[in-house]
Nanobody, 121 residues
């Protein structure tokens, strides 16, 4: 069993910052790519940022220069530092990790429960 615990969401004003965290625990061999996605009401879930296990990052164009994804492999935790927040960043943010099992030898995606980020104008 693998568990993801997200934290750090909340209500902020435009221009302010938030930091999201997502920690993985349980029985697995390793965590491969980790990422953040977001979904606004009535919208599809979109990629925000990903980071591979060797530190390569990828960002949605809408957050480049404002958001930074990072990870602590010793803690199996991924972070999303969100600066200069805008009202259009308001969404439920979900972390996703690629869990690698030892036996059976498979990799599968695991989603967090989501955390609400609300940015007021």
């Amino acid at each position: 069993q693998v568990r993801l615990v997200e934290s750090g969401g909340g209500l902020v004003q435009a221009g302010e910052s938030l930091r999201l965290s997502c920690a993985a625990s349980g029985s697995f061999l390793t965590i491969k790519t980790m990422g953040w996605y977001r979904q606004a009401p009535g919208e599809q879930r979109d990629l925000v940022a990903t980071i591979t296990d060797d530190g390569l990052t990828n960002y949605a164009d809408s957050v480049k220069g404002r958001f930074t994804i990072s990870r602590d492999n010793a803690k199996n935790t991924v972070y999303l530092q969100m600066n200069s927040l805008k009202p259009e960043d308001t969404s439920v943010y979900y972390c996703q990790v690629q869990v690698r099992l030892r036996s059976p030898s498979i990799t599968y995606p695991k989603w967090g429960q989501g955390t609400q980020v609300t940015v007021s104008s």
